[in-house]
């Protein structure tokens, strides 16, 4: 079923919104996060009675999680310059922007060795809390290797027809 010009209209704007305020959520999540640090630098962060150690400790894990906080948004940064230059094929209107393992080398075509190069996420796999954990790549990072790889969005449609193709014949 193809969507209405409307809806695809409505589609992108509650897009854009949702990428500002998660931009604006991550914005006010790194100022806490340096003013914590900060706050730890100067002594004056420090909880009564804590010992240096303690808050050195404190301090690391703080600076462990701006870090991851900072890949994530430089990422996310480079995914909304690439938004303007990529256009979405249907699938990905309103998809998440994690991907899983086995999507991405479906839909994008792109081989495991091209996935570890990419961003990951890992998250308790939801099947059952004792397996793996499972991995999610940054979607728009998938999709420009898998672009890049075939000679951009028509020849990925094309090499993802031909794999279709191909598993029907067997």
């Given at each position: 079923?193809?969507?209405?010009?409307?809806?695809?209209?409505?589609?992108?704007?509650?897009?854009?919104?949702?990428?500002?305020?998660?931009?604006e959520?991550?914005?006010?999540?790194?100022?806490?996060?340096?003013?914590?640090?900060?706050k730890?630098?100067?002594?004056?962060?420090?909880?009564?009675?804590?010992?240096?150690?303690?808050a050195t400790?404190?301090n690391?894990?703080v600076?462990?999680?701006?870090?991851?906080?900072?890949?994530?948004?430089?990422a996310k940064k480079?995914?909304?310059e690439?938004?303007?230059?990529?256009?979405l094929e249907?699938?990905?209107?309103?998809?998440?922007?994690?991907?899983?393992?086995?999507?991405?080398?479906?839909?994008?075509?792109?081989?495991?060795g091209?996935?570890a190069?990419c961003q990951?996420?890992?998250r308790?796999?939801?099947h059952?809390?004792?397996?793996?954990?499972?991995?999610?790549?940054l979607?728009?990072?998938?999709?420009?290797?898998?672009?890049?790889?075939?000679?951009?969005?028509?020849?990925?449609?094309?090499?993802?027809?031909?794999?279709?193709?191909k598993?029907?014949?067997?």
């Open positions: 079923m193809a969507l209405t010009e409307e809806q695809k209209e409505r589609i992108k704007q509650n897009r854009e919104r949702a990428l500002r305020i998660k931009k959520r991550m914005e006010r999540l790194a100022k806490e996060d340096a003013d914590k640090k900060r730890l630098n100067q002594g004056g962060g420090g909880r009564e009675g804590e010992t240096l150690q303690a400790v404190r690391e894990d600076v462990r999680t701006s870090n991851k906080k900072q890949k994530l948004q430089a480079q995914q909304e690439e938004k303007d230059d990529l256009e249907e699938f990905e209107v309103g998809a998440s922007e994690w991907i899983t393992k086995s999507e991405a080398m479906k839909m994008y075509c792109v081989p495991q091209t996935l190069v990951v996420e890992e308790p796999n939801p059952h809390a004792s397996w793996k954990p499972m991995k999610l790549y979607r728009s990072q998938v999709r420009q290797k898998g672009r890049k790889r075939f000679g951009g969005l028509e020849g990925l449609v094309e090499e993802r027809n031909k794999r279709r193709q598993q029907l014949e067997k």
